[in-house]
């Protein structure tokens, strides 16, 4: 499945094509990225595409718009699509405890009681489950040596799952909003349900019915697969094969071979790698309505703040929905988004967004972590599309 590229990408005033062109310049020119594939969609065809800059700097390697990009976390709205589409099968209940497959998951509430955790808490990322790199290094998640699914190839999802329930919970569910390990909670779900590896499933509900083969929990061809960076004084540095990166107040832990390994689980949260025509194809689905994959009034449940608010106190104008974040009020974002927008990114240097009311997705996928997920290039990107638009 692809979108038509309209004879205009580059209309005469070139005013979305040269501000796109000029975000992306800019970010090549100043060495904060080493090469990115940017896709635009407006009224469901495809306005702007480039593949610019390196996909092996060391090797010389130009960026292709086909390249595949190790995904992180933009493999959670994919996984929370085939979960939901089991939801509509009725083989999975939003309000359902999750002990009715994972029997042995019982991580306790902070005072040692015991906790309920429901499908719908893990969607939403309020079960009071959490990251190992958000929490300080002899934190309850170090001690027990949790995998953030980006980490520790070779790591069983049961080993993992044993690991996170040993620690406690940060707050009883549905009280509080945390960003965490629960999709990969999801995803041992999904393979219970279905008596299979998450990848098989995700295959069969997601990429199957779209047409799509690029996008897996393994790479189909490696010399497409675009070299890791992280940013680093003057430049981007490559990224190692064990490698320590600060963010916020913690430090994410990477293991980029880590998709080559058969023996790793399929993480649920940031296990997949992928093309930006194969997020762009999924998105465009969604905000299209859901067909052939989920209904209208569920796309329209995921797009809506399931978090009960408690995302707001953490992220000014902004909820969660199924999958992704929110945007509930512009104003307080502070962006120029439309109410409604759906959006998130991927630690290994990617962002997207969907803005419904302006019929709008973007898909920006990067080799620079984290620059490509929360840096300037980010901005410059978002402000020079709607500046056009």
Do not use: C
């Amino acid at each position: 499945m692809s979108l038509p590229l309209e004879n205009a990408m580059r209309p005469s005033d070139g005013s979305l094509a040269e501000g796109v062109d000029a975000a992306i310049e800019a970010a090549l020119t100043d060495k904060r990225l080493v090469g990115t594939v940017v896709l635009i969609a407006k009224d469901g065809k495809l306005v702007y595409q480039r593949a610019a800059g390196l996909a092996d700097r060391e090797n010389d390697v130009a960026m292709q718009e086909d390249a595949i990009f190790r995904l992180a976390s933009i493999t959670k709205p994919i996984v929370t699509i085939a979960a939901m589409r089991l939801v509509e099968q009725d083989r999975i209940g939003l309000d359902d405890p999750i002990t009715k497959w994972l029997p042995d998951f019982r991580p306790r509430l902070p005072d040692g009681g015991e906790a309920d955790i429901r499908i719908h808490h893990l969607l939403t990322h309020t079960a009071g489950l959490v990251y190992t790199f958000a929490e300080a290094p002899d934190g309850p998640y170090h001690r027990a040596g949790v995998s953030d699914g980006l980490d520790t190839p070779g790591r069983s999802i049961a080993d993992n799952l044993k690991r996170i329930a040993s620690a406690p919970l940060v707050f009883a569910p549905g009280e509080g909003w945390h960003y965490s390990l629960a999709m990969d909670v999801i995803g041992a779900i999904i393979e219970k349900e279905t008596g299979g590896d998450l990848g098989s499933a995700v295959a069969d509900l997601i990429m199957k019915p779209l047409g799509l083969s690029d996008t897996a929990f393994s790479v189909r061809d490696r010399n497409r697969l675009a070299a890791a960076y992280v940013n680093g004084t003057g430049e981007p540095q490559r990224m190692e094969d064990e490698a320590l990166v600060p963010i916020l107040d913690g430090t994410i832990r990477f293991a980029p071979d880590r998709i080559f390994d058969p023996t790793s689980y399929h993480s649920g949260g940031a296990g997949m790698a992928g093309t930006a025509s194969d997020v762009l194809a999924i998105l465009e689905t969604v905000r299209k309505g859901g067909a052939p994959l989920l209904s209208a009034d569920t796309v329209k449940t995921m797009m809506t703040d399931q978090a009960g608010g408690h995302m707001q106190p953490l992220q000014a104008g902004f909820g969660f929905g199924y999958g992704w974040s929110v945007v509930t009020d512009p104003v307080a974002a502070q962006a120029p988004f439309s109410a409604g927008t759906i959006k998130w990114g991927g630690v290994y240097g990617h962002s997207w967004f969907v803005d419904p009311e302006k019929k709008l997705t973007v898909v920006a996928l990067t080799n620079t972590t984290l620059e490509g997920m929360w840096g300037q290039f980010t901005i410059d990107l978002r402000d020079a599309i709607y500046a056009a638009i």
